[in-house]
């Protein structure tokens, strides 16, 4: 009797053997949770819980070091990148992608197979085989009644046999929370959980991906990420101001708009049938604003440092509590509590993170709140820049290749420190040149400048002027016309007039003279008449210097110019 209570209990051992061995989701997804886990967490709709078996027969489990994973995969090793759209505000879906990454030359066609690019070589060279996978030509999946066992899930439950479900080769097990979810997938795969029931803070979502090997499947990836759920509203603020210099540095310019503009984080849409309100406190004594609008334009009209904060407010549709003793009756018979969502309204004493009122229609609403801090450095820049005249530069030597033009510029603020130019075709976008100078700040109060700029031919010219310091630039641009330079230009005539004034004197003192000549030569005919001709040739001689210097052009015409001046 004693030997057959031994038998009993070897085979009951032998029995609990294979559920002892058996593992479990949790044994093959993650090791960093403690037994009780599932324990804190609700049900997510349409997943399961990690305490169920894994059929390690079909879906083998392999560990981190494991020598298999090398050959895992045909030419390398594939990635898995898991993303999602957190954070998330509680009550909202939230979406995890994950996305495989296949060695180089690699990719999925139409038919779900890997196939080797064309005209691409990798290390090795290019492949002469078309396919790294042909699964369509394979007899994996079977046609016959007693070869679809292999048509399961690592839990045992059967693929879905949607349209198209053969050419989905790849096996994807989500995890988080304590529970599990199967998808039958291609190169990526998508799933949604609706965060209702998901604890505030970070959470870690798992993912481990199979591939299809005839009746079993081989691991090729492991891939995990951090995500957030919060009873906050996620907002973000952008600030734009024209002339700041450096949108990132929360240092902006007195006495011009600063736009801010807020940007909340709700990718499911779940805010959308929500009513929200902005409440703006800008630091600076000006009151509270609060708008429905999440654009706002506010000007600091003194420098220093500011603090702004911004709460918003977005009343989300919800089911109404259960009913519970009647507290008194309020002031307003509309609603247990009451809200101000007018611009106008003076702002309440504090916000709550979490507030429950009734509609008349009895309907319920949850306020959500999300909030936004920023420090401020307002200072002076320049706020303005104008081109108020354009003037050609006249040379004495016209050069057709350099031709110049004078820009006066008047700015508001204080003074620049640079100034640069960006002369263009006149579209404005093909850049012909940039040139940058330095302005010295010692010229006065007033922003009053000449900017000379040369251009390489006549046409009509793009001009972008910028005037820049530490925190500011300002622009402005316009179209230049440059007037082509020819003999008839301004310049020309004025050197013409000039030399022809020069030699009609010329002309004058000569003809004078030869007069006084004249007339000298008659009084001295009656004296001594050998003295003249010698006379004559130095007068000869002068007139020749005198008419080559002044008069230049016109010596080839000179008949005087035959005879070579002599040393009298």
């Not at 070897?10 to 053997?17: S, Y």
């Not at 479990?24 to 169920?52: C, I, K, P």
């Not at 220093?304 to 507290?327: D, E, I, M, R, Y």
Request: glycine fraction near 6%.
């Amino acid at each position: 009797m004693e030997c057959l209570y031994c038998f009993l209990g070897f085979l009951l051992l032998a029995a609990r053997l294979p559920l002892d061995a058996a593992k479990r989701f949790h044994d093959v997804l993650s090791n960093e949770r403690t037994s009780d886990y599932m324990r804190e967490h609700n049900q997510l709709a349409g997943w399961s819980s990690d305490e169920n078996e894994w059929n390690e027969k079909l879906y083998p489990v392999w560990k981190k070091e494991d020598p298999r994973w090398k050959n895992s995969w045909k030419g390398g090793h594939v990635q898995a990148i898991l993303t999602s759209d957190s954070p998330a505000l509680v009550g909202s879906t939230i979406t995890f992608v994950v996305d495989l990454v296949f060695p180089r030359c690699q990719e999925e066609d139409v038919s779900g197979n890997i196939v080797y690019e064309k005209n691409c070589r990798n290390d090795t060279g290019s492949s002469p085989d078309l396919y790294v996978y042909n699964w369509t030509e394979e007899d994996g999946w079977g046609n016959g009644p007693n070869q679809h066992h292999h048509h399961v899930y690592p839990d045992g439950r059967p693929f879905p046999h949607h349209p198209g479900w053969k050419r989905c080769n790849f096996v994807y097990v989500f995890h988080t929370l304590g529970q599990y979810l199967q998808k039958l997938g291609r190169g990526s795969a998508r799933v949604s959980i609706n965060t209702a029931n998901v604890t505030l803070g970070p959470q870690l979502m798992e993912v481990i991906v199979y591939r299809r090997h005839r009746h079993t499947y081989v691991p090729i990836a492991k891939v995990k990420d951090v995500y957030v759920v919060t009873d906050h509203v996620p907002v973000f603020v952008t600030m734009y101001q024209k002339n700041d210099r450096n949108l990132s540095d929360e240092t902006f310019l007195r006495d011009l708009p600063i736009m801010f503009n807020v940007l909340i984080h709700d990718p499911s849409h779940f805010l959308n049938e929500s009513a929200i309100y902005y409440k703006w406190n800008f630091g600076d004594n000006t009151g509270l604003f609060v708008s429905n609008n999440p654009t706002l334009n506010h000007t600091y009209v003194l420098n220093g440092t500011f603090s702004l904060n911004l709460t918003v407010q977005a009343a989300v549709p919800g089911p109404c509590p259960s009913p519970a003793p009647k507290p008194p009756k309020p002031t307003s018979p509309l609603s247990t509590h009451l809200k101000c969502y007018y611009p106008n309204c003076p702002a309440s004493a504090g916000d709550s993170p979490l507030e429950l009122r009734k509609t008349p229609d009895e309907t319920c609403h949850i306020n959500r709140y999300g909030y936004f801090r920023a420090t401020l450095t307002i200072v002076d820049g320049i706020l303005e820049v104008n081109i108020i005249q354009m003037t050609d530069v006249l040379m004495p030597a016209p050069q057709p290749d350099n031709l110049l033009m004078d820009f006066v510029v008047t700015c508001q603020g204080i003074m620049p420190t640079e100034v640069c130019t960006v002369v263009s075709d006149p579209s404005c976008q093909i850049t012909y040149n940039t040139v940058c100078d330095p302005v010295d700040v010692n010229t006065g109060d007033s922003c009053f400048l000449t900017v000379r700029r040369a251009f390489r031919g006549s046409g009509t010219y793009c001009l972008n002027l910028t005037l820049g310091d530490d925190t500011s630039l300002a622009l402005t641009s316009t179209l230049v016309p440059v007037p082509a330079r020819d003999p008839a230009s301004p310049s020309s005539m004025a050197n013409g007039a000039l030399v022809s004034v020069g030699c009609l004197a010329i002309f004058v003192t000569v003809i004078t003279l030869l007069v006084y000549k004249k007339h000298k030569e008659y009084k001295y005919l009656i004296g001594n008449g050998t003295g003249i001709v010698v006379k004559g040739k130095g007068l000869n001689v002068f007139l020749n210097h005198a008419k080559a210097m002044f008069c230049p052009g016109n010596q080839e015409k000179d008949p005087l110019l035959k005879h070579q001046p002599e040393t009298v």
